[in-house]
């Protein structure tokens, strides 16, 4: 009945106002109250009643309008939907300080993604919300601040615009770092923190500039102290962990403001088991915000422990950080398990901490567990950590081993997603490199040749790289290369066929051939190489190539061939000879590089002897 008067055009403005009104009030309600609105189909009758010409009546609309797209139930899609809603907004927002509000409250709450600060962006939302950001009503402002902290947010097209945009002539990260002052409101603080923080991430603002070292960053971690609420706590965290993530100087400069790795410790004391809560509503707001608060934590933990070693020790020296972080990667909350992972991916990057705290807690074991079931995004920074804990000086490597983490390796070489291909491979390289020959063995049987080869016609670079990283760590030292050429020497010769004639980078190319010369450097294998013609002339190819790195990978293959003490080397060295090897080897020996020259005369001299 009331949404039948507000689309009566016969009824009095008066009297359509008020339905807008009454409306608003039941959309306040419970989230039932909305979806049944919704079903009524509100919105298109409130954005027809937008074309009126009185300006109360349009205001009742435009409130009502943005109490629904606030809830939660309301799909912010409904305002896309046509495409002269969005123009039509804009030009409404010099009518009263009411639209601007309201208006800018609706963009803020319904621009999701890149899809959404596009079609904003191209209708002028940045030169049409621009001066809102010093207007006389603080609801205005605030409104304002929030849509740039939403549109600039990962979006570089917009924060380059914002840089350079004026109002009263003066430019606007100078707008946003005053109403980082101390004396501002901390909603208005922590938002302008928010679009500094994307302009710097997307490049807009340097991250050496002072807004960002002296305002910014401070700003933030101010935000992160035991006086401010639980919410503003996790954002501010949230916020910093993002401003710092990929520059060093800043994880620097954060880790020594305000005692702040001390001071996230406080984070995983919610709720506090104190039993003088007798508050019920305060220990359930502390429920609430305790897994945030430790998502909040683990995750700025993880940006300032990303790169420096000292930061690292500071952090697990933090109290019962690594029991913290084992406990978080079995929560229930899968937002707090990888924050948790990622936090634990930072710390394993040193190789300290591999040797001492990581061996100490066991952490393998909870890490092995979170691999078994859990989704792709927990899965590849899991799997990227279990890397670092294979690598040859980590005590780790065992136990890992023994809990059946070859299968689990092989497995995600074989997933659709190609981090966890790249993990997968990069993880089994680590295991295999200077490993016995059981695991060797263990490793090729647990791949299988199908899959070997599905692996080097991958069309990622970096998964074939590591593939061959693998093969290389494989073949290494003789009774192994000797052993696994035995079983599996048919195929691996013929993948290496197959990428020296692909149309592959150097790269590739070059370690195709670094593996070629460790089976060269094998007893018995090396006959697989002498007794391979379309081999033999590939890498007699490779000598004469224009480029250096390539010509002295088929010089080491060559030298292993032909090295004097070993059974053999006569016939090879013939073989080699009338195939035209030495006069390369001549010509190479006058070449102006250093490597090469020597490399060459190093081989002549197996001829003389």
């Not at 600039?152 to 707008?175: K, R, Y």
């Not at 290494?476 to 195929?491: F, L, N, W």
């Amino acid at each position: 009945m009331l949404l039948y008067l507000l689309q009566q055009e016969t009824s009095s403005t008066e009297l359509r106002t008020e339905c807008a009104v009454v409306l608003g009030s039941l959309a306040m309600g419970t989230e039932n109250n909305v979806k049944s609105l919704l079903d009524c189909h509100i919105i298109p009758a409130l954005l027809q009643g937008l074309l009126s010409p009185d300006l109360k009546f349009i205001e009742a609309c435009l409130r009502c309008l943005r109490t629904i797209f606030i809830s939660p139930v309301t799909p912010e899609d409904l305002l896309y939907t046509d495409a002269t809603v969005i123009s039509h907004l804009m030009a409404l927002l010099s009518r009263s300080r009411y639209t601007q509000e309201y208006i800018c409250q609706i963009f803020s709450h319904c621009c999701k993604g890149p899809d959404h600060q596009t079609i904003l962006f191209n209708h002028g939302a940045v030169q049409n919300i621009a001066h809102l950001l010093v207007s006389t009503s603080y609801k205005v402002r605030m409104q304002a601040l929030k849509c740039f902290s939403v549109l600039a947010f990962e979006n570089p097209q917009v924060s380059m615009t914002l840089v350079n945009v004026s109002v009263d002539g003066e430019l606007l990260p100078q707008i946003f770092v005053k109403m980082l002052q101390r004396d501002k409101p901390i909603e208005m603080q922590l938002t302008s923190a928010k679009c500094l923080t994307s302009m710097c991430r997307a490049g807009a603002i340097r991250t050496d500039d002072p807004c960002i070292v002296l305002k910014t960053l401070p700003c933030l971690v101010r935000m992160c102290s035991k006086d401010r609420l639980l919410e503003e706590r996790v954002e501010g965290a949230e916020t910093l962990a993002y401003l710092i993530e990929t520059d060093m100087e800043l994880q620097r400069m954060a880790s020594i403001t305000d005692h702040l790795i001390v001071m996230l410790a406080d984070y995983f004391k919610y709720p506090s088991s104190v039993s003088a809560i007798t508050d019920i509503k305060r220990l359930d707001h502390d429920l609430k915000h305790a897994h945030e608060l430790r998502q909040a934590a683990f995750k700025l933990y993880a940006s300032l422990g990303a790169n420096d070693e000292d930061i690292r020790k500071k952090i697990i020296e933090t109290e019962n950080m690594m029991d913290r972080i084992v406990n978080g990667l079995s929560e229930s909350s899968i937002k707090v398990r990888l924050a948790a992972v990622r936090c634990l991916h930072s710390l394993s990057r040193s190789v300290q901490q591999l040797r001492t705290s990581f061996q100490d807690h066991a952490v393998w074991k909870p890490l092995m567990k979170v691999l078994q079931n859990a989704p792709n995004e927990i899965l590849v920074v899991a799997s990227s950590t279990l890397c670092n804990l294979l690598l040859e000086f980590s005590p780790s490597k065992e136990p890992i081993l023994e809990s059946g983490a070859i299968e689990l390796l092989c497995s995600l070489t074989q997933s659709e997603n190609l981090a966890l291909r790249v993990n997968g491979i990069w993880a089994l390289m680590n295991m295999a490199f200077q490993a016995e020959q059981k695991i060797k063995s263990d490793i090729l049987r647990g791949l299988s040749t199908e899959q070997l080869f599905q692996l080097l016609s991958d069309s990622d670079v970096n998964v074939l790289m590591k593939t061959l990283g693998l093969l290389r760590n494989l073949l290494s030292t003789r009774p192994h290369i000797d052993h696994i050429m035995s079983t599996h020497g048919k195929q691996i010769m013929q993948a290496v066929t197959l990428i020296l004639e692909g149309e592959h980078n150097i790269e590739v190319k070059e370690q195709t051939l670094c593996i070629l010369a460790n089976i060269a450097d094998g007893t018995t294998a090396k006959e697989l190489i002498m007794t391979n013609d379309d081999i033999l002339q590939k890498i007699k190819y490779y000598m004469s190539h224009s480029n250096a790195k390539l010509q002295l990978a088929a010089m080491f293959c060559i030298s292993n061939l032909i090295w004097n003490e070993e059974e053999g080397s006569q016939e090879r060295q013939d073989k080699l000879r009338d195939m035209g090897v030495v006069d390369i080897l001549h010509k190479l020996s006058q070449s102006s590089d250093p490597n090469l020259c020597d490399k060459a005369k190093t081989a002549l001299q197996q001829y003389l002897a």
